[in-house]
T-cell receptor, first 113, second 111 residues
Framework: SAVISQKPSRDICQRGTSLTIQCQVD?????MFWYRQQPGQSLTLIAT?????????ESGFVIDKFPISRPNLTFSTLTVSNMSPEDSSIYLC??????????FGPGTRLLVL | EDQVTQSPEALRLQEGESSSLNCSYT??????LFWYRQDPGKGPEFLFT???AGEEKEKERLKATLTKKESFLHITAPKPEDSATYLC????????????FGAGTQVVVTP
């Protein structure tokens, strides 16, 4: 399985600001995914990021709020824009491995005050 | 709408006390069912993938099984290090890469 790292591991931000989360993989992967895990809840897919194309967003998530970049096959960023306390969550990236199994990074814990 | 329901929400076990977790799903034509383990403050750790009814997978004290409507994760003779939240996710046939997760079962194993 791939080794996935995320930066930052955690952050505390003021409302109205933006935070960019980085996801780095130790091997080339076609598909990367971004999830949100709100406090005490399970994971919800935000978007799918393929290299060389626009990200595909799930219902309830929009590009203006969560812009995603995928400049190459080992890296992606997710920006949480114009943050509010409701954006306080753990943000996770994942990559698709063999047989469509997804492997997850360690997550970024975000607290918005 | 496809749904994934896990039960129980929480489970407290004595060390050595075997038990089972349930994941029921309503998706038609399942493409895959995935089990993950998540420790506090960490990302989910992949455990198993199941594709068809009757399939079973084992890893140490864990065994996952699949029927047409549900999956079970059996924990045999658990140890305190098995304490974690166990997540189930399904993938529908027309949604490559899109996993729908259940709410999870929080397992605590006491010595």
């Amino acid at each position: 399985s791939a080794v996935i790292s995320q930066k930052p591991s955690r952050d505390i931000c003021q409302r109205g600001t933006s935070l960019t989360i980085q996801c780095q993989v130790d091997s080339q992967v076609t598909m990367m995914f971004w999830y949100r895990q709100q406090p005490g809840q399970s994971l919800t897919l935000i978007a799918t990021a393929n290299q060389g194309s626009e990200a595909t967003y799930e219902s309830g998530f929009v590009i203006d709020k969560f812009p995603i970049s995928r400049p190459n096959l080992t890296f992606s960023t997710l920006t949480v824009s114009n943050m509010s306390p409701e954006d306080s969550s753990i943000y996770l990236c994942s990559v698709a491995g063999a047989q469509e199994t997804q492997y997850f990074g360690p997550g970024t814990r975000l607290l918005v005050l | 709408e496809d749904q994934v329901t896990q039960s129980p929400e929480a489970l407290r076990l004595q060390e050595g006390e075997s038990s089972s977790l349930n994941c029921s799903y309503t998706v038609s034509g399942l493409r895959g069912l995935f089990w993950y383990r998540q420790d506090p403050g960490k990302g989910p750790e992949f455990l198993f993938t199941l594709y068809s009814a009757g399939e079973e997978k084992e890893k140490e004290r864990l065994k996952a099984t699949l029927t047409k409507k549900e999956s079970f994760l059996h924990i045999t003779a658990p140890k305190p290090e098995d304490s974690a939240t166990y997540l189930c996710a399904v993938q529908a046939p027309d949604s490559w890469g899109k996993l729908q997760f259940g709410a999870g079962t929080q397992v605590v194993v006491t010595p």
